[in-house]
């Protein structure tokens, strides 16, 4: 099972591999990461997609909270949350093809961001399921690039995360 | 305006440092400079080793023996990639120490520069914190918050890399508060109502166990651990680094469990229905097949690192918090219980399963050595080990009294760690007898620093259980190899007497079991420098009872 835990660490050099590193060394399988500067200086925001039961999923909370720059951690099993990939899809597209591409992009809500002759570039915003199922749409057409993010995760209301 | 350079020696010294191990090198030399001040006014002792290994040891051997922070210091690239191996010693037995390296100057930083060694990174996996100075102003505030991080909750190594470019740049200092470690707050008090639970739970039990580890040494629990085990009369077991925490001589002592535990140690614990481990972290030396391990028992688990509790075994009471403060807590809550059934049992046990070996009319046996060392220090000295049988027997052997007593590698089991780690022992406690319990093996790893105990005097006494082996790896081939002895041959190694005295030290040695006793009282009349006693023992001696790697008590081996 895949579970998403959020990390307020302090922005210092190294914090990065200290908590890669973490995960390497305990033999904890990350699925997806995502570390960006918050609106607070000083701090910055990770979230973690990991695989495993809910004991190896304790033992990261615990061991993250271990490491001096971690300043907050949440495993988001009980919370309610909006939670957000990004997807940029390079499909091959021409003339034939480029409606019925639209098309699919419509339904799945995806914007359309760039078009040459030969292709299509669609951006995706939304859960890691979304995103796949619009890929697999897509495959027949001919995928040439994805780039995808990992995944940020806001827990709803007034309460923080 | 100061330097970095003095604003480390004016840290140390509120840090309260009054010594550090260590060897200058090209980086540090503004450091040492400024190091020298300090040393003629004589608030500081600065302890020339004779490889970094030795340093970063000594630092831990001070801590465990002192419960004070270790520091020691290595020079950039290779000095500092050679305290890796004793950081990481102390990392694994959770031991408060403070690790300076020298660094390269920031702006060649990352070019593979001269002696560039990214020890930041290296150590990474093997530190509690670490920091890499970039700027000379942040240095005392690092500083104040690397001792209060090495020493607080579950201990750890710091690590601090300066630049040589950073410790000579002036600044204008400002000292610091306090800590300022907003991510890092140990929790001390445990919770209220989870302790009382622990007393309930405590009172209901019919055949209980006290399993006390190192973390009742870090937290200096010893007090509290004896007067609940007495207010009970519930029987205690240690670990390798619990041992002392409880006297062993003690009636409710079951010693050492485990690997090469006391048979009846390991019996009662599957026989028991609740474990209360006090800083123990049912680490597999001590539980093997985990299945099977205590399949009777409920645990209590009293522990300040978080992550400990619930690791290897599920545990009905798990207590997070400072093992004196939390112990302190729960006293007056525990009914007390008259001895039983249960403390009958556990005595039968005893009786039926002490220790044994053969005896030998013209060899010396190894525990026969550690026996009549105990007695000859009237079980008082602080004794140090290396790693491998002669570690083991002396675990067994050497009966202790108070913590801080034994002092071993446990977690890393790292060979060399004796003799350095004792002159440390020796520098923290002056007025204390030291013995390293040494292999001939393990010493031969660190030996060189028999020089720096010459020259700071210090008179720590290495038995050299001398079998001519490798001798753990040979018994684990004799067990389970069909005895094919593969690289563990070390007989003629060197003269350990005359390699003793060329490095200015006594060496003697002793042969037959008759020439044992004399030769270290001998050895205990040195009172101005080391004293090697090569003690050749019987070279195929295995350690028993022995429950095999990952088995459990129904495998355990008398022979
Ligand atoms: C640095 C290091 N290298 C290798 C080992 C593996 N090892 C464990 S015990 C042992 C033999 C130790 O020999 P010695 O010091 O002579 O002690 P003895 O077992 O003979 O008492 C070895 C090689 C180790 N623990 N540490
Ligand atoms: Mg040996």
């Known amino acids: 099972m895949t579970h998403t835990i959020t990390a307020i660490v302090q922005d210092h050099p190294g914090v990065l591999a200290r908590v890669a590193g973490l995960f390497a060394r305990r033999g904890f399988n990350i699925a997806s990461l995502s570390v960006n500067r918050t609106h607070r200086p000083g701090m910055s925001r990770m979230v973690i997609c990991v695989d495993g039961d809910q004991l190896t999923l304790e033992q990261i909370t615990k061991q993250l909270h271990k490491l001096v720059e971690v300043l907050k951690v949440w495993d988001h099993v009980d919370d309610p949350v909006v939670q957000r990939e990004l997807a940029l899809i390079k499909v091959d597209a021409d003339a034939r093809t480029r409606s019925e591409i639209f098309q699919i992009a419509t339904i799945f809500r995806a914007q359309i961001v760039d078009v040459s002759d030969r292709t299509v570039t669609i951006e995706c915003t939304g859960l890691t399921d979304k995103i796949d199922a619009l890929v697999r749409m897509l495959e027949p057409f001919g995928i040439k690039e994805t780039a995808r993010t990992g995944r940020v995760i806001l827990v709803r209301g007034f309460q923080d995360t | ?559």
């Open chain 2, 1 to 559: 305006m100061i330097t970095a350079a003095e604003a480390l020696v004016q840290g140390l010294s509120r840090a309260g440092v009054d010594v550090i191990f260590g060897i200058p090198g090209g980086v540090l030399i503004p450091i040492y400079d400024k190091l020298l001040d300090a040393c003629q006014s004589g608030a500081l002792r600065n302890i020339l080793v004779r490889h970094e290994q030795g340093a970063a040891h000594m630092a831990d051997g001070y801590a465990r023996a002192s419960g004070r922070v270790g520091v020691c210091v290595a020079t950039s690239g290779p000095g500092a990639t050679n305290l890796v191996t004793g950081i990481a010693t102390a990392y694994m037995d959770s031991v408060p120490i403070v690790a300076l390296t020298g660094q390269v100057r920031t702006s060649v930083i990352g070019t593979d520069a001269f002696q560039e060694a990214d020890i930041f990174g290296i150590t990474m996996p093997v530190v509690k914190h670490s920091y890499l100075v970039k700027r000379g102003q942040d240095l005392p505030q690092i500083l104040c918050d690397a001792f209060y991080i090495a020493s607080s909750g579950r201990p750890g190594p710091v690590l601090i890399d300066i630049p040589a470019d950073v410790s000579v740049a002036p600044f204008e200092p400002v000292v610091p508060e306090g800590p300022d470690t907003p991510g890092y707050r140990p929790t001390v008090r445990g919770n209220y109502r989870t302790i009382r639970r622990a007393a309930e739970v405590i009172a209901e039990a019919q055949r209980p166990l006290l399993y006390v580890g190192g973390g009742a040494v870090s937290s200096g629990a010893a007090d509290e651990v004896r007067k609940l085990a007495e207010l009970t009369n519930i029987p205690v077991f240690t670990t390798l680094l619990g041992k002392g925490v409880f006297p062993e001589t003690h009636r409710l002592s079951l010693g050492m469990a485990g690997m090469h535990g006391t048979a009846y140690a390991n019996y009662a614990i599957q026989e028991s229905d609740l474990l209360i481990a006090i800083g123990a972290r049912f680490d597999d030396r001590v539980t093997g097949d985990l299945k099977k391990f205590a399949p009777m028992a409920r645990a209590i688990h009293i522990d300040v690192d978080p992550a400990e509790i619930g690791k290897n075994v599920s545990v009905t009471v798990p207590i997070v918090g400072d093992c004196k403060t939390v112990l302190a807590e729960m006293i007056p809550m525990v009914k007390p219980r008259e001895a039983d059934h249960w403390n009958a049992r556990c005595d039968d046990l005893k009786a039926q399963y002490p220790l044994r070996y053969k005896q030998s009319a013209d060899t010396i046996m190894p525990q026969q050595a550690i026996e009549e060392l105990h007695r000859l220090t009237s079980g008082e000295a602080i004794v140090v080990t290396g790693v491998g049988q002669h570690q083991m027997w002396s675990a067994q052997h050497y009966l202790c009294s108070r913590p801080r007593q034994f002092l071993s590698s446990g977690g890393l089991g790292t060979m060399g760690y004796a003799l350095p780690a004792a002159l440390g022992a020796q520098v923290a406690c002056p007025d204390q007898l030291v013995v390293a319990i040494d292999g001939d093996g393990s010493f031969q790893m660190t030996l060189q620093e028999l020089a720096t105990g010459v020259a700071e005097r210090l008179p720590v006494k290495v038995m050299i259980l001398n079998n001519g082996y490798l001798g753990m790896v040979r018994q684990w081939q004799d067990l389970f190899y069909s005895k094919r002895y593969s690289g563990v041959d070390l007989a003629g190694s060197v003269d350990f007497v005359k390699l003793a005295e060329a490095y200015g030290a006594v060496g003697l040695r002793a042969t037959r079991p008759d020439e044992l006793v004399p030769t270290l009282e001998r050895a205990m009349a040195v009172t101005d420098r080391p004293c090697v006693i090569d003690v050749v023992v019987d070279r195929e001696a295995n350690v028993m009872p022995m429950i095999p790697s990952g088995r459990s008590v129904d495998d355990m081996r008398f022979e």
